[in-house]
């Protein structure tokens, strides 16, 4: 126990949901992979997700080392559900806060609702266990269950979409609401800072000033950035000259606005180091990033024209934008042949997540395997991850985030498929 007990969101039920996948975050996925492991009965799992998404669990309370929620049954009957997780102690906060603190890429993601791979990984290597693991989530029911049963379970899947939208729900289990943790990395940062300059005194010529190496003043504290500007209206009494499009140019000046406010709270951030700039986008790909921000429909059919698609094909595009960046999208629109190892492996994979019954079968046509008698089928990305498609109108569309390994991603899709 840490002594911050009387921290507690409330959220409030969330509507049904019966085409969406569970846990689109890697860490919502973790989440729900202890889960997975912990429950001893893969029934029950199935089961509470299916309730999940019927809407039966009602409004969630997070706190310190406990959910909380009611659960109602198809008869209508409500049990009380809590699942139970361990709280950090003082000492691994101190560990973990410390961390954050010494790296401005750490602060940087926190700030915007993000909790980098690397960050447990460095949280891990330094002890502490920020993601739960097997047996890590403990059910308590008011159906007298003594596993996790559906009601529990359902709760989980919940959770999985709170920790979607903010991963400081499952610090908040830890025991530590948001405000609080992020003042005490602030402090932590700011102990951390190196010393102020010796300010030069007046009338100290330049030579000597330079040759005392005293160094540039500090600057002040910057101003917060909370939300990028809102550009100037373009629009005038006179009209614009032959071929300068100002829907679409005050479009581009939002998209810009956006993403400098996303550099300048990572470059404000106390300790910042600069970074590798990543490689740029291609002009296809930037098209569908465009139009993933929803453009007015003009600008959105000028960016497919440019694009090289029509308005059902960007539509695509966009949806896998959303399920995984450039990625994504060129494993929607790239075929290609993997190594015999990788599609060997995978095979191996599969088979041993359907040891218990009939697994089912695959047409397999290059990276593609498509699951006979179903909509359902896997992509295998260039990078090793499996990606889930749902045939829709005549067209294979991304259903959901990658997974490391095609039964995990399967096993989702079929899922949803029989619910």
Request: aromatic share 6%; proline share 9%.
């Amino acid at each position: 126990m840490t002594g911050h007990d009387s921290v507690e969101r409330i959220f409030a039920a969330l509507p049904p949901e019966p085409g969406r996948a569970f846990a689109r975050s890697w860490w919502g996925r973790a989440w729900l992979k202890a889960l997975e492991d912990t429950a001893l009965d893969g029934r029950q799992v199935k089961a509470g997700r299916s309730h999940a998404r019927a809407g039966a669990v009602g409004a969630v309370s997070v706190r310190p080392g406990r959910i909380t929620a009611l659960v109602r049954d198809r008869d209508g009957t409500a049990y009380r559900s809590d699942v139970t997780v361990q709280q950090f102690s003082a000492a691994e906060w101190d560990r973990l806060l410390d961390l954050v603190a010494e790296r401005a890429g750490h602060i940087a993601a926190l700030l915007d609702h993000d909790i980098p791979a690397h960050l447990a990984e460095d949280a891990l290597a330094a002890g502490v266990e920020l993601l739960p693991g097997i047996g890590d989530l403990e059910p308590e029911c008011g159906c007298e269950a003594w596993d996790h049963c559906t009601h529990t379970v359902a709760l989980c899947h919940q959770v999985a979409r709170l920790l979607d939208e903010d991963p400081f729900v499952l610090l908040l289990m830890r025991g530590r609401g948001e405000r609080e943790l992020l003042d005490d990395v602030q402090a932590r940062s700011a102990s951390h800072a190196p010393e102020q300059a010796v300010e030069t005194p007046p009338g100290v010529s330049a030579l000597d000033a330079f040759a005392a190496g005293t160094g540039p003043r500090a600057l002040p504290d910057p101003p917060p950035v909370d939300a990028p500007g809102r550009p100037l209206a373009l629009a005038a009494d006179t009209p614009p000259p032959p071929g300068l499009d100002i829907e679409a140019l005050e479009f581009l000046a939002a998209d810009a606005a956006a993403r400098a406010r996303r550099l300048l709270a990572e470059a404000l951030a106390p300790g910042h180091e600069r970074t590798p700039v990543a490689a740029g986008l291609t002009v296809s790909q930037d098209a569908v990033r465009l139009a993933a921000a929803r453009p007015p429909g003009r600008v959105a059919a000028r960016l497919a024209a440019g694009s090289g698609r029509d308005g059902a094909a960007l539509t695509r595009a966009v949806r896998a934008w959303e399920c995984g960046g450039p990625a994504a999208l060129a494993v929607l629109e790239e075929e290609w042949a993997p190594e015999p190892e990788a599609l060997a492996r995978a095979g191996a994979q599969l088979a041993a997540a359907w040891e218990e019954g009939p697994a089912p079968r695959l047409r397999a046509t290059r990276n593609r395997w498509t699951v006979v008698g179903t909509g359902a089928q896997l992509r295998y990305g260039p990078d090793g991850r499996w990606w889930p498609y749902r045939r829709e109108g005549g067209h294979w569309l991304p259903a959901g985030p990658c997974a490391h390994d095609p039964a995990t991603a399967l096993a989702e899709l079929l899922t949803e498929h029989h619910a």
